[in-house]
């Protein structure tokens, strides 16, 4: 079986790069993320990166107004969205800018340094 590392190396190596990396299977085709070893389609260990054209819509949201990390207090309030990328997955992320969210609002994944440095999704409204 695959290496936890290995599985999720295209994805990390994607998100230091400003790209979305999903997986599809090998087998059956089915597009998914987060990174992991089993497709939960038919079960296949077969994995084939696949860049994601980077654009979805909102799904849901809420506001943070706490900091789980001091470090995050200056931060506060900000907003978390799940979006629905085209390809048919949803990915968690940070929307940065001042629009208000909203259920189908228009967004593009970028990635910034997380608390550690390691590349995080943020998300930014995109012209419809």
């Known amino acids: 079986m695959t290496e936890p590392e ?4 295209p994805y990390w190596r994607g998100a230091a790069e400003g790209v979305l990396v999903l ?4 087998n ?9 070893a089993i497709c939960s389609a038919c079960q296949s260990e077969l994995v084939e990166p ?11 949201w809420t506001v943070t107004h706490h900091a789980f990390d001091p ?4 931060d506060l309030p900000y907003t978390l969205v799940t979006v ?6 949803r990915v968690l992320g940070r ?4 629009t208000a969210p909203a259920i189908d609002l228009p967004v593009r994944i970028t990635f910034a340094p997380g608390l550690d440095g390691t590349p995080v999704p943020h998300f930014v409204v995109e012209a419809p």
């Open 50 to 60: 696949q860049q994601a054209d980077g654009r979805g819509t909102v799904h849901s």
């Open 6 to 9: 290995d599985i999720a190396a």
């Open 95 to 98: 929307l940065d800018g001042d």
């Open 84 to 89: 629905d990328m085209r390809e048919g997955v």
């Open 28 to 36: 059956c085709g089915v597009v998914r993320h987060y990174p992991r």
């Open 71 to 74: 470090r995050l207090a200056d």
């Open 23 to 26: 997986q599809r299977c090998g």
